[in-house]
């Protein structure tokens, strides 16, 4: 799968900071499990990480207890699902990928946020600044997930998704 960047999210309220060179969605293969990867900012500007398996692995396995798996990954698995786009799909927004000429464009993804308790997503800095004091207390002692941070995550949950079959 061709590694594809796409910039569509308005930034306009989030204020300076680490994401702002940073896409708003991005496609890749994991290198040492062959997966595809995609990351995505939610509604707060946040990333969401996803890693893809075959729709045929999935059939295979039938009714798989997400629950019952032993994955590792920032904030648990908080998403499984096939490919879900949106009108603006050519803009890069959706939960989805571009395959190659040849690759399976049915997968099913599996998926982890950077939006729990003490992380900072980039819309919470208006959010903060409306609020006052109390939440600028707790803001200082959140950290915002970056790029580096997320693929990072993609990667692990790959290998941990390699062998469910």
């Known amino acids: 799968m061709q590694e594809l960047e796409w910039f569509f999210k308005d930034r306009t309220q989030w204020g300076p900071g680490a994401w702002d060179n940073e896409p708003d969605k991005a496609?890749?293969?994991?290198?040492?499990?062959?997966?595809?990867?995609?990351?995505?900012?939610?509604?707060?500007?946040?990333?969401?990480?996803?890693?893809?398996?075959?729709?045929?692995?999935?059939?295979?396995?039938?009714?798989?207890?997400?629950?019952?798996?032993?994955?590792?990954?920032?904030?648990?698995?908080?998403?499984?699902?096939?490919?879900?786009?949106?009108?603006?799909?050519?803009?890069?927004?959706?939960?989805?990928?571009v395959p190659e000429q040849g690759e399976p464009d049915g997968v099913f993804w599996f998926?982890?946020?950077?939006?729990?308790?003490?992380?900072?997503?980039?819309?919470?800095?208006?959010?903060?600044h409306l609020m006052g004091d109390y939440t600028s207390m707790q803001r200082a002692h959140r950290i915002y997930r970056d790029v580096s941070y997320v693929k990072a995550e993609c990667a692990s949950l790959a290998k941990q998704l390699i062998y469910i079959g």
């Open 27 to 97: 496609q890749w293969t994991d290198a040492e499990t062959g997966l595809p990867c995609l990351i995505h900012r939610n509604y707060s500007g946040a990333w969401c990480g996803y890693v893809g398996v075959s729709l045929v692995l999935m059939e295979y396995l039938g009714d798989l207890d997400i629950e019952t798996l032993d994955i590792s990954v920032h904030g648990g698995i908080t998403f499984t699902d096939k490919c879900m786009t949106s009108p603006t799909f050519a803009n890069g927004e959706g939960i989805c990928h």
């Open 111 to 128: 998926g982890f946020d950077c939006s729990h308790y003490m992380d900072m997503c980039p819309a919470d800095i208006e959010f903060n």
